[in-house]
């Protein structure tokens, strides 16, 4: 501002310098995305922010000539002497965002610094494609040297390179396949399951990794140190591997898996209690016993390791002098960590900066997210979540234990997945919004802390609708299985997700998150990422994922089906926010898209599967005496009809016999089959255990179904051999069917 009025006179200084400042300042203001149209990357960023016309006409009549100064736009400069071209020129589309009037826009300002919501609480975030066809990608990160290379690794032992430009190096950054013990399974916890630079790697070139290994017949979790290779930035030197520490693992699940380093310069590791279920080792379990590193959170200091000890002890770990502990241990009393990170703090005030959030998966009820401070015991196996697991343990006055700031039950989810509090520079309104999910469900949630209370408020994620997400790049859906989080050099957040939960199978997706409510101003988040060697081929990156916009958009009911416990104390059982389960329409025929958190087309999944549902229409009916022969596929219902609807127990027809779908998994999605079929173009409800009665007297032919609610028939969709079934008739699946959107049922 002071460079640019220097160069006017004295009266136009005393004019115009207003102008000059308030066009000068719209740069940062909340809505210069929008100002300076630089939402759409097809169209050039304007120099000059979007001017409402009248306002535009009276700084023409006398300050015209600031605008020399503003910008060097030649065609803006050749209008000067033309109000009416000049103003037109400077105008917006949307005149509700031009300035100044929309600085007293109520219906803009109302919501400032908030993350756009739905009627029913539920925030409307959207994605961006980042990275594709990978195998259960379990983590991504950053090596923090100005590069802004992104490291994805996948379950199977494989660390990928990719550059600013999303493109990927042919060549393997790390290939310890051979090393590492996962298998095709779905649902195998085992694998290459973590990945750390140190600190100082841009100096000392170190890497860190953490994954499943068999030793001599025993299975093991095994932390090893890698350094970068002298003739390639883009690759580790494969012969560089030291085992910084090896522990035994009883079973082959609850590896836990997650590697950190503080802003201590300590690496934190997160270790799962050994498997099985209930942590049945020794009396009180191996989280409980702090002789043992499983079920743990250690803290270790692998600095200036090239010579003597491999790892350190820092001098003000908790249990150092406790002889009957291991003195690696940082806390304790944790199931299965699975995904841990964080905080780097406010953007300018650091609050927050330093604490740890972790995802602790549960046993039978509930999941939880802890934050992780030094000597604390976080409950397993007395406690799950808030409720008492172990009731003998969970009376014990000597636990101390702490409790989670959040838990939520199994109704919505199976499996947390920890994630991050958002600090990035591109989503502003994100800003101490701590987001996760859950891979079971694929839920997207979030907490925000009220400070006032000390308590943690929940709010549900979804895909943005409507024109929330219409922007070039940007899509609105998801594959279910939500792995891993991750944050790039800059802050900014994104999630791993597969639609086939196999360490070999090739679905897995990287998605950002955005939020277009608020964007930051033009410019403001740009970096420069210093130069990287490449000698490997790139490969560039062609995103797949489409948006869904779905036509008419009537919008779903929503039924509150569960609530969450609050944080602090209370009795796990007391209500919280209410959580939503979509009531969906059936999908019309050939329609190829997928919804947010839907199931891949392709391949089988593990149950339970839960899934957003899709909108369509309805299928006309042939006249009577037209109907052709039963077609394998065929469906009924054992049913009752009324006021438009209709219920029952489904029945399928193949080769020749009818018989019964028979799935505790049975989704909406399934449902929304079903019903299409029968002609109705709403699902109201997908129904298990037999509530339409039980089928006994006709043969189970299908089991394990699991659709993307694109398929014809419920034979496209994945399931067992016909006829091969692992349930009984007492759960044998139904649906309710509407021709028209219910308000209860």
């Given at each position: 501002?002071?460079?640019?009025?220097?160069?006017?006179?004295?009266?136009?200084?005393?004019?115009?310098?207003g102008?000059?400042?308030?066009?000068?300042?719209?740069?940062?203001?909340p809505?210069?995305?929008h100002?300076?149209?630089?939402e759409?990357?097809?169209?050039?960023v304007?120099?000059?922010?979007?001017?409402?016309q009248?306002?535009?006409?009276?700084?023409?009549?006398?300050?015209?000539?600031?605008?020399?100064?503003?910008?060097?736009?030649?065609e803006?400069i050749?209008?000067?002497n033309?109000?009416?071209?000049?103003?037109r020129?400077?105008?917006?589309?949307?005149?509700?965002?031009?300035?100044?009037?929309?600085?007293?826009n109520?219906n803009?300002?109302?919501n400032?610094?908030?993350?756009?919501?739905?009627?029913?609480?539920?925030?409307?975030?959207?994605?961006?494609?980042?990275?594709?066809g990978?195998r259960?990608?379990?983590?991504m990160?950053?090596?923090?040297?100005?590069?802004?290379?992104?490291?994805?690794?996948?379950?199977?032992?494989?660390?990928?390179?990719?550059l600013p430009?999303?493109?990927?190096?042919?060549?393997?950054?790390?290939?310890?396949?051979?090393?590492?013990?996962?298998?095709?399974?779905?649902?195998?916890?085992?694998?290459?399951?973590?990945?750390?630079?140190?600190?100082?790697?841009?100096?000392?070139?170190?890497?860190y990794?953490?994954?499943?290994?068999?030793?001599?017949?025993?299975?093991?979790?095994?932390?090893?140190?890698f350094?970068?290779?002298?003739?390639?930035?883009?690759?580790?030197?494969?012969?560089?591997?030291r085992?910084?520490?090896e522990i035994?693992?009883?079973?082959?699940?609850?590896?836990?898996?997650?590697?950190?380093f503080?802003?201590?310069g300590y690496?934190?590791?997160?270790t799962?209690?050994?498997?099985?279920?209930?942590?049945?080792?020794?009396?009180?379990?191996?989280?409980?016993?702090?002789?043992t590193?499983?079920?743990?959170?250690?803290?270790?200091?692998?600095n200036?390791?090239?010579?003597?000890?491999?790892?350190?002890?820092?001098?003000?770990?908790?249990?150092?002098?406790?002889?009957?502990?291991?003195?690696?241990?940082?806390a304790?009393?944790?199931?299965?960590?699975?995904?841990c990170?964080?905080?780097?703090?406010?953007?300018?005030?650091?609050?927050?900066?330093?604490?740890?959030?972790c995802?602790?998966?549960?046993?039978?009820k509930?999941?939880?997210?802890?934050?992780?401070?030094?000597?604390?015991?976080?409950?397993?196996r007395?406690?799950?979540?808030?409720?008492?697991y172990d009731?003998?343990?969970?009376?014990?006055?000597?636990?101390?234990?702490v409790?989670?700031?959040?838990?939520?039950?199994?109704?919505?989810?199976?499996?947390?997945?920890?994630?991050?509090?958002?600090?990035?520079?591109?989503?502003?309104n994100?800003?101490?919004?701590?987001?996760?999910?859950?891979?079971?469900?694929?839920?997207?949630?979030?907490?925000?802390e009220?400070?006032?209370?000390?308590?943690w408020?929940?709010?549900?994620?979804?895909?943005?609708?409507?024109?929330t997400?219409?922007?070039?790049?940007?899509?609105?859906?998801?594959?279910?299985?939500?792995?891993?989080?991750?944050?790039?050099?800059?802050g900014?957040?994104?999630?791993?997700?597969?639609?086939?939960?196999?360490?070999?199978?090739?679905h897995?997706?990287?998605?950002?998150?955005?939020?277009?409510s608020?964007?930051?101003?033009?410019?403001?988040c740009?970096?420069?990422?210093?130069s990287?060697?490449?000698?490997?081929?790139?490969?560039?990156?062609?995103?797949?994922e489409k948006?869904?916009?779905k036509?008419?958009?009537p919008?779903?009911?929503?039924?509150?089906v569960?609530?969450?416990?609050r944080g602090?104390?209370?009795?796990?059982?007391?209500?919280?926010?209410?959580?939503?389960?979509?009531?969906?329409?059936?999908?019309?025929?050939?329609?190829q898209?997928r919804?947010?958190?839907?199931?891949?087309?392709?391949?089988?999944?593990?149950?339970?599967?839960?899934?957003g549902e899709?909108?369509?229409q309805?299928?006309k009916?042939?006249?009577?005496g037209?109907a052709?022969?039963?077609?394998?596929?065929?469906?009924?219902?054992?049913?009752?009809?009324?006021?438009?609807?209709?219920?029952?127990?489904?029945?399928?027809?193949?080769?020749?016999?009818w018989g019964t779908?028979?799935?505790?998994?049975?989704?909406?999605?399934?449902?929304?089959?079903?019903?299409?079929?029968?002609?109705?173009?709403?699902?109201?409800?997908?129904?298990?255990?037999?509530?339409?009665?039980?089928?006994?007297?006709?043969?189970?032919l299908?089991?394990?179904?699991?659709?993307?609610?694109?398929?014809?028939?419920?034979?496209?969709?994945?399931?067992?051999?016909?006829?091969?079934?692992?349930?009984?008739?007492?759960?044998?699946?139904?649906?309710?069917c509407?021709?028209?959107?219910?308000?209860?049922?």
């Amino acid at each position: 501002f002071y460079r640019l009025s220097a160069r006017l006179d004295g009266p136009t200084y005393a004019s115009c310098a207003g102008h000059l400042q308030d066009l000068l300042c719209q740069e940062c203001s909340p809505y210069a995305a929008h100002l300076y149209d630089a939402e759409d990357p097809s169209t050039p960023v304007r120099t000059i922010p979007g001017l409402c016309q009248d306002y535009c006409r009276q700084v023409w009549q006398k300050c015209r000539s600031i605008f020399r100064y503003l910008s060097a736009d030649e065609e803006l400069i050749a209008l000067e002497n033309n109000m009416a071209k000049f103003c037109r020129y400077l105008s917006l589309e949307d005149t509700d965002y031009c300035f100044p009037h929309l600085l007293a826009n109520q219906n803009l300002n109302q919501n400032l610094g908030l993350v756009t919501a739905d009627a029913e609480g539920c925030l409307q975030l959207c994605l961006v494609e980042v990275a594709n066809g990978l195998r259960n990608p379990v983590a991504m990160v950053h090596a923090n040297d100005g590069t802004h290379r992104f490291f994805i690794a996948e379950q199977v032992g494989l660390v990928w390179t990719y550059l600013p430009d999303r493109s990927r190096l042919e060549k393997p950054f790390l290939n310890i396949s051979e090393a590492v013990l996962t298998s095709p399974w779905e649902g195998d916890e085992r694998g290459f399951l973590g990945i750390v630079f140190h600190p100082k790697f841009k100096f000392n070139g170190k890497v860190y990794v953490y994954y499943s290994v068999e030793v001599r017949y025993e299975e093991r979790i095994r932390i090893s140190e890698f350094r970068i290779s002298p003739a390639d930035m883009n690759a580790l030197d494969h012969g560089s591997e030291r085992i910084i520490l090896e522990i035994e693992e009883p079973a082959s699940n609850h590896n836990g898996g997650e590697l950190l380093f503080g802003d201590d310069g300590y690496l934190y590791i997160f270790t799962g209690d050994g498997g099985m279920a209930g942590d049945p080792f020794g009396t009180f379990g191996n989280a409980q016993n702090k002789s043992t590193l499983l079920g743990k959170v250690l803290r270790i200091d692998v600095n200036n390791n090239d010579r003597g000890p491999l790892y350190r002890i820092p001098p003000d770990n908790p249990f150092l002098n406790d002889p009957k502990a291991r003195p690696e241990i940082y806390a304790y009393g944790v199931r299965n960590m699975w995904r841990c990170s964080f905080d780097r703090g406010e953007p300018h005030t650091k609050e927050g900066k330093g604490r740890l959030f972790c995802g602790d998966v549960g046993q039978n009820k509930y999941e939880e997210i802890d934050i992780v401070e030094k000597g604390k015991n976080y409950g397993w196996r007395a406690r799950e979540g808030f409720s008492c697991y172990d009731k003998k343990l969970c009376t014990n006055s000597s636990m101390d234990d702490v409790l989670p700031i959040y838990a939520y039950p199994h109704k919505m989810g199976k499996s947390v997945t920890g994630g991050y509090v958002y600090r990035g520079c591109e989503s502003p309104n994100l800003n101490g919004l701590y987001i996760f999910g859950d891979f079971m469900s694929g839920r997207l949630m979030s907490l925000k802390e009220d400070h006032a209370t000390g308590e943690w408020q929940y709010s549900e994620i979804c895909m943005g609708t409507g024109q929330t997400c219409m922007f070039p790049g940007l899509i609105n859906n998801y594959y279910q299985y939500i792995i891993s989080f991750a944050e790039d050099e800059a802050g900014e957040l994104y999630f791993m997700s597969t639609g086939v939960p196999s360490a070999t199978a090739p679905h897995g997706v990287v998605y950002k998150v955005v939020d277009t409510s608020r964007r930051a101003p033009p410019g403001k988040c740009r970096v420069e990422p210093s130069s990287v060697k490449v000698k490997s081929k790139r490969i560039q990156f062609v995103p797949k994922e489409k948006l869904i916009v779905k036509t008419p958009t009537p919008r779903p009911r929503l039924k509150a089906v569960t609530e969450a416990p609050r944080g602090g104390r209370p009795d796990p059982q007391t209500p919280r926010t209410p959580v939503v389960d979509w009531v969906g329409q059936a999908p019309p025929p050939g329609n190829q898209s997928r919804t947010p958190t839907t199931p891949a087309p392709s391949g089988r999944a593990s149950k339970p599967r839960k899934g957003g549902e899709r909108r369509g229409q309805r299928r006309k009916k042939k006249p009577p005496g037209t109907a052709p022969p039963l077609r394998n596929g065929a469906v009924r219902l054992m049913e009752q009809r009324g006021r438009g609807r209709s219920w029952g127990r489904v029945e399928v027809y193949i080769d020749g016999e009818w018989g019964t779908v028979c799935d505790d998994g049975w989704s909406s999605l399934a449902a929304a089959v079903v019903c299409r079929q029968l002609g109705f173009p709403y699902v109201v409800r997908a129904s298990k255990k037999a509530e339409f009665g039980e089928g006994t007297s006709l043969r189970i032919l299908l089991d394990d179904v699991q659709c993307s609610g694109q398929e014809k028939t419920l034979l496209e969709c994945t399931h067992t051999d016909i006829g091969t079934h692992n349930c009984s008739h007492e759960e044998d699946a139904g649906v309710v069917c509407s021709q028209e959107e219910v308000a209860e049922w």
